[in-house]
């Protein structure tokens, strides 16, 4: 499926999603659900999407959503000079990424508790044998006693 032609007088590499969207103002952000407008908000532009250079987009994905959150998200598009479809581009790979993130950080939150477990058993240790040393002084001083 191709994009509709530029309209006429739009200024040259304008996005056609975009220029509707422009046409249909998203509605105040408040009149979005929560989580619309924190994810609408959250993504940042960052560029074109890393792809091999012979790779092209040709697949397809159909996410549905109520005509104020698509409204809401090709304003924000828009807003960063994006096409909606690269819009959800960068929003999925910046979910990914944090989610690699996430996991980077509790992987090395876990190794950090096994240190921290290896050094309390350690510890443990040392203290039972100090202990036992100590019970055994005053045992062998109580039997010493008259």
Request: hydrophobic content about 40%; glycine content about 6%; overall charge negative.
């Given at each position: 499926?191709?994009?509709?032609?530029?309209?006429?007088?739009?200024?040259?590499?304008?996005?056609?999603?975009?220029?509707?969207?422009?046409?249909?103002?998203?509605?105040?952000?408040?009149?979005?659900?929560?989580?619309?407008?924190?994810?609408?908000?959250?993504?940042?532009?960052?560029?074109?999407?890393?792809?091999?250079?012979?790779?092209?987009?040709?697949?397809?994905?159909?996410?549905?959503?109520?005509?104020?959150?698509?409204?809401?998200?090709?304003?924000?598009?828009?807003?960063?000079?994006?096409?909606?479809?690269?819009?959800?581009?960068?929003?999925?790979?910046?979910?990914?990424?944090?989610?690699?993130?996430?996991?980077?950080r509790s992987l090395a939150e876990a190794e950090a508790l096994e240190a921290a477990l290896r050094q309390l058993e350690l510890s443990t240790s040392r203290t039972e044998r100090t202990l036992?040393?100590?019970?055994?002084?005053?045992?062998?001083?109580?039997?010493?006693?008259?």
């Amino acid at each position: 499926m191709r994009l509709p032609p530029q309209p006429p007088g739009a200024p040259a590499g304008t996005n056609p999603e975009a220029v509707a969207s422009q046409q249909h103002p998203a509605p105040p952000a408040a009149a979005l659900p929560l989580a619309c407008v924190d994810h609408a908000q959250g993504i940042v532009a960052v560029g074109k999407s890393p792809q091999h250079p012979s790779e092209r987009a040709t697949e397809r994905v159909a996410v549905l959503m109520t005509p104020t959150e698509k409204a809401a998200y090709a304003d924000r598009a828009n807003s960063l000079g994006l096409s909606l479809g690269q819009f959800f581009r960068e929003a999925g790979a910046a979910y990914a990424n944090r989610n690699a993130e996430a996991e980077t950080r509790s992987l090395a939150e876990a190794e950090a508790l096994e240190a921290a477990l290896r050094q309390l058993e350690l510890s443990t240790s040392r203290t039972e044998r100090t202990l036992d040393v100590a019970l055994a002084e005053v045992r062998a001083a109580l039997g010493a006693q008259p």
